[in-house]
Protein backbone atom coordinates (compact mmCIF):
# COMPACT_ATOMS: atom_id res chain seq x y z
CA UNK A 1 0.00 0.00 0.00
CA UNK A 2 1.54 3.42 -1.10
CA UNK A 3 0.61 7.00 0.51
CA UNK A 4 -2.56 9.13 -1.18
CA UNK A 5 -1.83 12.00 0.89
CA UNK A 6 0.82 13.00 3.23
CA UNK A 7 0.16 17.49 3.62
CA UNK A 8 1.28 16.83 7.28
CA UNK A 9 4.33 15.76 9.03
CA UNK A 10 2.12 13.75 11.85
CA UNK A 11 -0.88 12.43 9.46
CA UNK A 12 -0.73 10.18 6.73
CA UNK A 13 -3.42 9.06 4.27
CA UNK A 14 -2.88 5.42 2.51
CA UNK A 15 -4.39 4.63 -1.19
CA UNK A 16 -7.12 2.52 1.21
CA UNK A 17 -8.42 5.25 2.41
CA UNK A 18 -6.93 4.55 5.83
CA UNK A 19 -5.66 7.81 7.99
CA UNK A 20 -2.68 7.58 10.95
CA UNK A 21 -1.10 10.10 13.56
CA UNK A 22 2.49 9.55 13.58
CA UNK A 23 4.11 9.38 17.01
CA UNK A 24 5.95 12.36 17.80
CA UNK A 25 9.01 10.58 18.30
CA UNK A 26 9.08 8.59 15.03
CA UNK A 27 8.40 11.71 13.18
CA UNK A 28 11.91 11.89 11.53
CA UNK A 29 11.50 8.27 10.19
CA UNK A 30 8.28 9.69 7.84
CA UNK A 31 10.49 12.61 6.58
CA UNK A 32 12.05 10.18 4.44
CA UNK A 33 8.90 8.42 3.16
CA UNK A 34 8.26 8.61 -0.64
CA UNK A 35 5.24 8.25 -2.70
CA UNK A 36 6.07 5.13 -3.84
CA UNK A 37 6.90 3.97 -0.56
CA UNK A 38 5.75 0.63 0.02
CA UNK A 39 3.82 -0.07 3.56
CA UNK A 40 2.44 -2.98 5.38
CA UNK A 41 -0.51 -2.36 8.49
CA UNK A 42 0.44 -4.14 11.90
CA UNK A 43 -1.10 -4.53 15.06
CA UNK A 44 1.12 -3.97 17.74
CA UNK A 45 0.64 -4.43 21.57
CA UNK A 46 2.48 -0.61 22.72
CA UNK A 47 1.32 1.34 25.30
CA UNK A 48 0.56 4.68 23.58
CA UNK A 49 -0.29 3.09 20.07
CA UNK A 50 -2.11 0.54 17.82
CA UNK A 51 -0.62 0.48 14.99
CA UNK A 52 2.99 0.08 13.45
CA UNK A 53 3.32 1.10 9.08
CA UNK A 54 6.26 -0.68 8.07
CA UNK A 55 8.04 0.66 5.20
CA UNK A 56 8.60 -2.58 2.76
CA UNK A 57 11.77 -1.43 1.13
CA UNK A 58 13.69 -0.59 4.37
CA UNK A 59 11.93 -2.08 7.05
CA UNK A 60 11.88 1.12 9.08
CA UNK A 61 8.81 1.57 11.46
CA UNK A 62 6.72 4.36 12.53
CA UNK A 63 4.18 3.70 15.79
CA UNK A 64 0.69 5.54 14.77
CA UNK A 65 -3.00 5.57 15.55
CA UNK A 66 -6.01 5.98 13.83
CA UNK A 67 -5.55 9.91 12.68
CA UNK A 68 -8.96 10.78 14.51
CA UNK A 69 -7.85 9.88 17.94
CA UNK A 70 -4.87 11.68 19.61
CA UNK A 71 -2.38 11.72 21.85
CA UNK A 72 -2.55 12.37 25.43
CA UNK A 73 0.27 15.46 26.03
CA UNK A 74 0.74 13.18 29.10
CA UNK A 75 1.90 10.17 27.07
CA UNK A 76 4.25 12.26 25.13
CA UNK A 77 6.09 14.08 27.90
CA UNK A 78 6.59 10.68 29.68
CA UNK A 79 7.78 9.35 26.60
CA UNK A 80 10.08 12.52 25.55
CA UNK A 81 11.43 11.92 29.34
CA UNK A 82 12.42 8.66 29.19
CA UNK A 83 14.34 8.71 24.89
CA UNK A 84 16.02 12.07 26.78
CA UNK A 85 17.23 10.09 29.89
CA UNK A 86 18.33 7.35 27.79
CA UNK A 87 20.30 9.52 25.51
CA UNK A 88 24.37 10.34 25.97
CA UNK A 89 24.87 13.08 27.36
CA UNK A 90 26.26 15.75 24.52
CA UNK A 91 29.63 17.86 24.93
CA UNK A 92 29.02 21.65 25.67
CA UNK A 93 29.83 23.41 22.62
CA UNK A 94 31.30 26.93 22.88
CA UNK A 95 32.59 29.11 19.71
CA UNK A 96 36.31 28.49 18.80
CA UNK A 97 39.30 31.03 20.41
CA UNK A 98 39.75 33.69 17.51
CA UNK A 99 43.36 33.21 17.30
CA UNK A 100 46.53 35.95 16.06
CA UNK A 101 46.45 34.78 12.45
CA UNK A 102 42.96 34.92 11.99
CA UNK A 103 43.55 38.77 11.58
CA UNK A 104 46.04 38.40 8.95
CA UNK A 105 43.98 36.09 6.98
CA UNK A 106 41.20 37.67 6.77
CA UNK A 107 43.27 41.14 5.94
CA UNK A 108 44.53 38.90 3.26
CA UNK A 109 41.26 37.57 1.45
CA UNK A 110 39.94 41.47 1.41
CA UNK A 111 43.22 42.26 -0.82
Not at 11 to 31: K, N
Not at 41 to 48: K, N, R, T
Not at 50 to 71: K, M, N, P, S, Y
Amino acid sequence: MRIKKHEQSHIVELEDDSAWRIWPCDLLTSLHWMPTTQFEISEIDDEYCTHTLIDRTTGTRVRVIEAAAAFAPEQIEASLKLTLSAAPAWPRCRPREPEAHDDLEIAAALR
